[in-house]
Every structure is written in C-alpha cells, then in structure tokens.
C-alpha cells in the first residue's frame, strides 16, 4: 500500500503535479512508433538458413569466451556448455533453447505511466545518443561534456515531442569522478525528466546503484518485478565477453531489469570483412549473450542488438551511413524476428564533424535503415555527431525533428473513403485547384508532417532574415526549447530521498578519475 | 552502310578516341542499377485495387482536359473515348488496353553504346537534375544560369562515375534566347558527353529539332528506329494535358522515341491533400497520357512518371523528403509495376537553399526511397536544390557521390562460401582482430563503398587542414572534376554537321524571350 502511495507520488500525482503536466511542453510526447508497414528484408529464406546454420557452427566449434567470470562458467557448465578455461562451447540448439525464455515483448515503465514503452513486436522506441565524452555547440565549438551539458540534453530529450525514451549517458559528464558520475546522470534522469531511462553498465555495482535508485523511483516492489530500465550491455567483439559488462547485465537480470545485448562491430576490425560474415557473428554473440542472461533469471527481458558499422580502409576510421550498414541492419533485423527477440539497431549515424550535409545524408540514411528494418529500440536516435565521439546539441533538435517523420512513415496510407477523395477529385475536376476544396480545408492541419526545424521559407524572406543555414537555425531551436523548459512535478519526499542517497554514495568513497 | 560507318564515326571510333577513352575518368561509369533486393511495398492489394478501380473510374466519369489539341480529340473519339468539347471520358478498359501496347523495357541508345541504358525491370538509371533557372556554387552565390554553367554540368556528369545518363535542362541557360537554347543545349548534351540525353519539349517544333540532330548524332536509319532520346512530357494536373507538351509527346512517339509521362503534382494544390486521393489521380493522368501515346504510335516507348511532393500550409511551399512524398512514390511504383511499365519518380529533393544538413536530411530519404520503391529512372537524381529553382555545383558532386551508396545498396548481400567468411571467423576467434587476417586483406579493397567527397579524417587532421565542412570538401571537387574534363573523341564530320544544323536553325529565327 504504501509503496503504492509512493509510487504515485513519485510519478507526479497531486493539484501541482497535474498543472505542470498541463502546461509542459511534453505532453505532446509520442508513446512510441507503431508500424502500419511492412518491414524491408533483404535476406531470403536460404540466406538465413544459411547464416543461422553457420552462428549454430561457430558456437559449437570455436565457442565464445566468458572472461573472468567463474560463476558464468559454471552456469554453463551446468546448462550443458564444453567450458575449457575461460571458452564456452554451445552444442546446437543449447542457446535457441534458452533464448525461448526471453519476452518477445515488455514494457518499460516510466516515473510517468503515460510514458511506458512497449518494446517489441510492431513497435519502435526512440532514444537519444548514447557514450560521446565530448560536446559540440554553435557557441562552444566542440569541447569536453560536463554534467551541465548531460543535464541540457536530458532537458531536451524531455522537450521532444518525438522521442520517448530519455536515454542513458546522453554525453559522458568528464567533470565528475568516473566512479560517481552515474549517480548524477541517474539523479538527472529521474528528476528533469519523465520518460523512461537507461541504466549504468560500467561496473556491477553501479549496475546495482541504479537498481537502488529506481526502488527508491518506483517503490520497491514495483521495481523488483517490473523493468524501470532499459541498460546497454556491450559484447566485446569478437565473441568476447568481458566480466564488467556481465556483471552489470547479471544485476539487472536478477532484478528483472532489461539488457541490450549488442555486439559493437566496425565491421573488417572486430568482425569479417563481409556482410554475411559479420551476421554470422552478430548471431552467435547475441544468441550466447540472450543465452546467458537466461541463465541468470530466465524470462529477464532483453534485445537482441546490432551496433554494426563499416571501415574505411585507407584511414581506419569507421564509416555510417553506408549500405554495407544498411545490408546488415535489415539482416540483423530479419534474424532477431526469427529468434521472437526485440530488436535494436540504428541511429542518427554519421562521421561528419559538422552538422552538416555529411551529417545529414548519413544520419537520414541511417534512420530511415532503422524504421524499415524492424528495429523495435533505437538508441542513438538523436544528437550523434562525429562517429560517435560528439554529442551536439543542434544536431540533436534536427534529428529528433526528422524522427516526427518516421512516425508519419510508419503509419502507413490510410484508405477510408474520406482518404480515398473521390468527391474532392469530383470537386475540382480536370484544371482546378485543390486548395480551396472542402476535403482539402477540411484535413489539411495533420494532412502532412511539418519540419519544425527545417526552413521552408521563400528564398527572399530567407535571404533577408540572414539566409541561415540548419545549423544556424537548429542553435536557436535549441535555446528557446532550454528558456521553456519546466521540469516535470515530481513528489519532495521521493526527490528528497533520489537526492540523499546519491549524496550518501558519493561521500563513501573518493574520486576516480579513471 | 554509309548510315552505320557514320554511326561508327559519331560514336568516337578510331585510335584517337579510343586514347581519349583510354584515359577519361568516365570510362569507369556503371551501366545501370540492377537491383538485387526487393522492392518496398506500401500499399496492400485491397489498397491497390481500390486505387485502380477509383482511377478508372476517375477516367469514366470526370475525364480529362485534352487543350487546344483537335487531332488528339479525334483519336480519342476513334478509339472510343466519350468526347466532349476538350473533356475526354474513356470507358473502363480502355486505358489499359491501350497501355497494353507499350514495352514494359526499353533500351535508349548513347552515342557510345558502352553507355547505352536499359529502362525497365529490375534497373534503376540516374539522370542529373532538371529545369531549374537559377545556378549555386560557393563562389558565385546564387544567380541566374548560362549557358556557360550548363556546360559545366554536362562535363560534370560525364565524369560521375555514378550517373548514367547526361540528364536534358540540368539548367536553364537564360543567356541564350527562349526559341535558341534547346539547341545549345542538345549540342553540349551530343558533344560534351558520349551518355544519353533527354530532348526538347517546350514546343513541338523544338522536339523535331531533337529529333533531327539525333539523326544526324546516330544516322537517320538507326534514330527513326530506336529511342536515342528519353523526354519529360508534364502533364497539366489535375487531369489537363496542354497542346504543347502533348504536340512534343507526339513528335517523339513518331519517331520512337522515348516520353516520361508524368504529373506535377504539388499535393493539396494540383491534388487531394491525402496519399490515396494523390495516387488515384497520379494513376488516372498517366493512364490516360500512356494511352494516348499509344494512340499516336503503337509500341513508343514509355515511362510511368510521377513528381509528387507535399506542402507546406503554413507558406504554400512544396516540401521534400517528407513521409508523404514516400508514401507516394512507393505506391505509385507498385501501381506501374502493376501495368507493366517502367516507372519514373524521386530525385535528390529538398527544400533548402544551401547545400547543409537540410538537404542532406531532405535528399538522403529520397533517394532511399527512390532506389526501394522500384525507380526505373530517376531524374533529378542528383544536383537539386531549393525546391528546383536552383542547381547547385556543390550539391550535384555530394549527390552524384551517394549514388554510390545506392549501387551497392541495390547489389544486395552476396552469400557464396567466400562472403560466408567461416575460415575467417574461425582464423581470428575469440578477442582477436580481423585487420590482420586473409579474408580481410583479399576484399577491403572492394567490401566497403567508400565516399570520394565526404571526409573520413580523425578530427585533428580534418581541423588542422580547415575544419571544412561538405559544401567546402565539395567545391573543391567541384574544381578537381572540370580540371581533369577530357571531352569524349567524335567524328569530326559529324561534329560539323551538329554545328552546322545548330547554326543554320538559330539564323533562321529572330531571337526571343519569353
């Protein structure tokens, strides 16, 4: 009962709460994308069979190694695994049959019910970039993120009415101990923001910080049986599992919180050269991966994941938005509906250094990739910038407003009778004009999606107004969002209590900077 | 015999040209995209045949415009149609019937037959942009075109590996007088390029001029009796066909030449403001516009065009690259499809008036679109700006460079026991690094498409050489491509000849304006 109250309280119950919600700008938030198309599969049949047949070969032959993690070794051992050291030998069918634990759909809940995501099946979920140590700005030029600049993205991924997940470490805040900057990043997760979050992942106990955190979040009870996160656990490429990353997936799954398992592939680096090559891999890492974590509580709810992205070969550098990504995304998406597993892949991709053109045409390659391939949670969705190595707050209004068109695409063509507008082609007839028509006047406001970013003036009134370009025109988005920011309501006891326990923590223990 | 030495001649024969050959960057360009992936459906069959049965009914009922055009009045009574005053009904059937004739594939023949092109079936050919009267480079700004710049375009796209066809008004050369400059645009097409070309279609007297320097560019045997020009015949929508484009439609389906029949279609102006209304009327326009070809020549070949963009409501601008626009191409491909007709749709579409990040959002989703939802031509594919009142140098070598990406998008993922990779996998195992190993060092050269424009430096590099951002990196290539311009070798008779017949017809008129 009282963990009820609590939770209530803390999702922003109460006179001031409901005003706030009234008033916020977020409350146009989108639930999540429910696709109304059909998915894009570049595979056929033979060519899963194939590069199913192949993942099974290579778990069972060369296997995967659990590093420094004896207890890991030992679930496998006793779920049938060869373990010799530290390499762990599947027999064929062994991870299937465990992956057949996982849910092929949950929810994620957030502080705000209205906010719930539901991850899996027809659905897509969009979240902000994820890991960037630096920041860009029109201002600043680019520069080390501090926990202001994580604070100012949490604020405008609350701001979006297009993103519904608030991410995780939407940039890595350089100006707090590394052993302590999780805290803060969760605290400002929880209090700017409503939406659902991610959890820390870079140590098991940090993993167990967060869990603490949302007990405090959600009520206790309510945390222990429900996901209230949703945390990224890196595969180390190749077939490689590292004892930080299952220690902090084994946290969550004990306590039924959800776990990307995601390879991280530049593809000719950390996985072969081809495309059918590196799904193999991505197969047999994600379906030991999935395996394992059902081991550890069967029907913890996880994703199958793919950060996959080509090389260039004359640099080194990786490369997005490019079709080799896209080949292995709409394959990887194929292969993860076959396991019943919710997928995750895509991102606002790109390598540019600027917000610019560059930026653009691999950002929209890559995110159209992502809604036509099925992926059900799109981390990155919104703000990534140079590889990955930036977050920019311009390009992360730009993007998030190019996801509102993802939304329209997915929807599909509606064909009822008032869509089909036999009566306003009767109307205007052969040399007429549709825009005085009734069925025109009549759905014009939601007939198509509007840019509120992009410029769509004349060129003479563009010109006089400065002749901006996107990026100059992004810098102001992002400031008037910034000035009409209210934080969400939120109960003092439950924020009081967020608040203690992050100060508690971080005076138990001395800085670490590295 | 005289007719096929000269075609020889024409076509750059002889040791000279074949030097020139030699050493032209052009030589490497693709033929065509054949795609080997599927294409992305939209619609449903009920959909589909919703659509179909509406449209038919469109054209039985309402009827369309056919303007100042008494000849074609009279073939549509001949061949049954309803005829009233302009307005012609065609009974249900009738349209199709008639588009039975077309070919569902065509080959429209160069100068230099390495660089004919297939029109059709799984092929997908790029053509530069078209129509607009303005020109951008970074120098210059934006100002009205010349003749001068569209030369520039020509030579442009004949060095782009990625375009496969030379495109018809890539600007419009205001220097030149109105009833002058398709011949000086034919010229540069004929000399300054050996890919194909589009003909004249602002009055029917200047199509017969496309088409008499095509006799004398291929002898007049070879061109009265294959399609050595493809040419963009606009209908006036809603469901008006003017005399001038339809008298240059006929001119060219005499002679067996090649027409895109296609609506401009701003959606809610020139039709509903809703996707099913949009492509009931799109199919209506071309069906009757097919068949009307077919009236005038049984067999011309045809292609199912569609130019459809969405609006702004809040300034009445066209937009590009919205969700909309998609939905339309991609329907409006499977509904040509469905007639067995080459289809002709996207482009690099936006809005903006600089080459940045909008466009690069704005042409990215389109040319996707583009390349899955069956395109068999696109025009436009590259150089496009600011709604099409612009050609932009920068933006034609950043577009015409991401056509690259489209090419090995559309070859698909090659499954042979090599791109299996399982040695590889096997040779690298577990935390090791595949740079190093064979499989990589056969195929890097040729796995990952690589951008010859966009920049791929680590970040000290790129700023140590001037940060510069994509319209910077293009202009510079820009520059490099006119350098290295070696105009393909021709008969110099028939050089002459072209010369001559362009001097002749610009004495024989005074010049005008408008």
Redesign the interface.
Known sequence: MAEAAARKRARGGGGAARRAERTAVSVETARHIERN??N????NE??LQ??EA?AE??LE?????FVNNPAALERWREAGADVQGE?VRLPKGLAKSLIAHAPSKFTQHARNPERNVEIGGRNLVLAPVYGPPFVRDADGG?RYATIEDFRKFVKLGYMSKWLHHSGGTVCEPTDIPVNKRHLDMLLAHMTLSDKPFMGSVTEPSRAQDSVDMCKILFGEEFASNNACMTSLINI?S???FDDVMMGAMEVYAENMQASIISPFIV????????????L??VLAEVMAGIAYSQLVRKGAPVIFGAFVT????????P?F????A??ITY?AGQLARRLGLPFRSAGSFN???????????????TL??GL?SGVNFMLHACGWL?GG?VSSFE?FV?DAD?LG??H??AA????DV?????E???E????????GCA??QK???S?????EV??????EQ??DEG?R???TL?AARVETLLERYQQPAMDPGVAGALNEYVARKKASMPDAFS
Request: aromatic share 8%; hydrophobic share 40%.
């Open positions: 198309i059909p894009f599969e570049v595979l033979e060519a194939i590069i192949n070969t290579v032959e060369i296997g995967v190694n390499r680019r180390n190749p077939l490689t593809g000719g680096a950390m996985a072969p050269v081809s495309v059918a090559g590196t193999t891999q080509s090389i260039d070969m004359n640099s080194g550098a490369t938005g490019t079709p080799e896209a080949h394959g390598g540019s250094k600027l917000p610019d053109a560059q930026a653009g045409y691999e950002t929209a390659n159209n990739v036509l140079e190595l390009k730009t190019q068109a993802l329209k695409l599909g063509v509606p064909m008032e869509a089909q507008a036999m306003a082609i009767r205007v007839g052969p040399g007429g004009h549709y825009l069925h025109t759905h014009f406001k007939a198509f999606w509007r840019s992009l410029d769509y003036k004349p060129y563009w010109a002749g370009d996107t990026a992004a």
